[in-house]
């Protein structure tokens, strides 16, 4: 097969989780585009700097998957200026979060929930959710959880001071990296009439903060985070940050289980840390 052959998928904003799907679509045999703030290298595909301007992959949208993974900003140029690029794409992958369910103690939400969302970010994913129903290109929204894996993990963050406890009581939906990417990759390729759906990505089984914070301490022999109250956390680090310690809703990824058939590799947060630490 030639590569002017091969299915296309055009990755816009990759990091730490679209580098990994990158590998996924490699593996499937696309051809892989993909947009950073700089251009450094991701082996096997082809990288340009894009800083919101003039689209670099205008004319390698054609028939190809584009998937999104860039923070909404105020005036949502530059989500429109891709979304126009890929007009005559075979679909739009949003990856958006589930800040958009709002802050609704311990409710179970799954795809058919509705969004209700008072956190900044929260409001500014489910603006830009809405973008997407203004156009004629089928699309998906990822609702993504608390990403954790290798290199990003609770333990990093208290090692480093970086993290401080507000409510151990609080419930956290979390999914690990790699079922992140295989999640991403399966709504990206799935075949459906829908024209415009959503799947939420998350492990399905939300912990306690605290849990998961004194499984830290007792196996890694960790001391215990410094507390703070949510009105000290918000003067700090901001509305946005403190949202995340007001919403407790539980996350239930029905789609992904049920439609896209997903089987998760880590399955809840407590077996995908052990796998990261080195712990059977």
């Known amino acids: 097969m030639t590569d002017e052959a091969k299915p296309r998928v055009i990755l816009v904003g990759a ?24 251009p450094d290298e991701i082996p096997g595909v082809t990288v340009k700097a894009w800083d919101g301007g003039e689209f670099p992959f205008a004319d390698e949208a054609k028939d190809a998957i584009v998937i999104y993974s860039v923070p909404p900003s105020e005036n949502f140029q530059v989500m429109a200026k891709a979304l126009h690029a890929s007009e005559t794409a075979t679909r739009f992958v949003y990856l958006s979060s589930t800040s958009v369910y709002g802050p609704d103690w311990g409710d179970d939400v799954d795809e ?41 993990t609770l333990k990093d963050y208290i090692e480093k001071g970086r993290y401080k406890l507000v409510n151990p009581d609080k419930v956290t939906n979390r999914i690990h990296v790699d079922d992140l990417a295989n999640i991403i990759w399966l709504a990206a390729t799935h075949e459906t009439d829908t024209k415009h759906w959503v799947v939420n990505a998350a492990d399905g089984n939300p912990q306690k903060v605290g849990d998961l914070i004194d499984f830290l301490v007792e196996n890694y022999g960790m001391k215990q985070p410094d507390r703070t109250t949510i009105e000290a956390y918000e003067a700090e680090r901001g509305p946005s940050a403190a949202a995340r310690w007001r919403a407790s809703s539980r996350v239930v990824p029905k789609v992904a289980t049920e439609e896209l058939g997903y089987e998760f590799l880590y399955p809840n947060v407590f077996d995908g840390y052990r796998a990261i630490l080195g712990q059977k």
């Open 15 to 38: 990091g730490y989780t679209l580098t990994r799907v990158a590998n996924l679509a490699i593996r499937d045999g696309f051809e892989v585009f993909a947009t950073k703030r700089t």
């Open 112 to 152: 058919s929930s509705k969004t209700n969302p008072k956190s900044p970010a929260g409001m500014k994913r489910a603006a830009t959710e809405d973008l997407l129903q203004l156009v004629d290109t089928p699309s998906v929204a990822v609702r993504i959880a608390g990403i954790y894996g290798p290199g990003r």
